[in-house]
């Protein structure tokens, strides 16, 4: 199983981002797949994810800014991030799991029960 993230980069507070994640080597549409992000200095989070069902959560500071989305047609899964703030700086980690089935419970655990991730894309919101 591979995860390729893509889209980081550097803003200014207020611009957008889109992050994309192509998974590859399983059954993308089975599994649970998520966003999370590790601040320098801070632990990882989870920022957003969405299950099997199409059910999403997200984190309480993503509400309303960030959307997670999968196109099955071209099996990837995005992260647009609207109304950027510093605070959303950090590296951006796409992951996957088989066994994880319910979006909000995925978030919960800030990627512990994830088994699989990519290499990470790096996002930098500037005041």
């Known amino acids: 199983v591979q995860l390729v993230e893509s889209g980081g980069g550097s803003v200014q507070a207020g611009g957008s981002l889109r992050l994309s994640c192509v998974p590859s080597?399983?059954?993308?549409?089975?599994?649970?797949m998520g966003w999370f992000r590790q601040a320098p200095g801070k632990e990882r989070e989870g920022v957003a994810t969405i299950d099997s069902d199409g059910d999403t959560a997200y984190a309480y500071s993503a509400k309303g800014r960030f959307t997670i989305s999968k196109d099955d047609a071209k099996n990837t899964l995005y992260l647009q991030m609207n109304r950027l703030k510093p605070e959303d700086t950090g590296k951006y980690y796409c992951?996957?799991?088989?066994?994880?089935?319910?979006?909000?419970?995925?978030?919960?655990?800030?990627?512990?029960?994830?088994?699989?991730w990519g290499q990470g894309t790096k996002v930098t919101v500037s005041s």
């Open positions: 080597g399983y059954t993308y549409s089975t599994y649970c």
């Open positions: 992951a996957a799991d088989p066994v994880v089935t319910n979006a909000r419970y995925g978030l919960g655990t800030r990627g512990r029960d994830f088994d699989y």
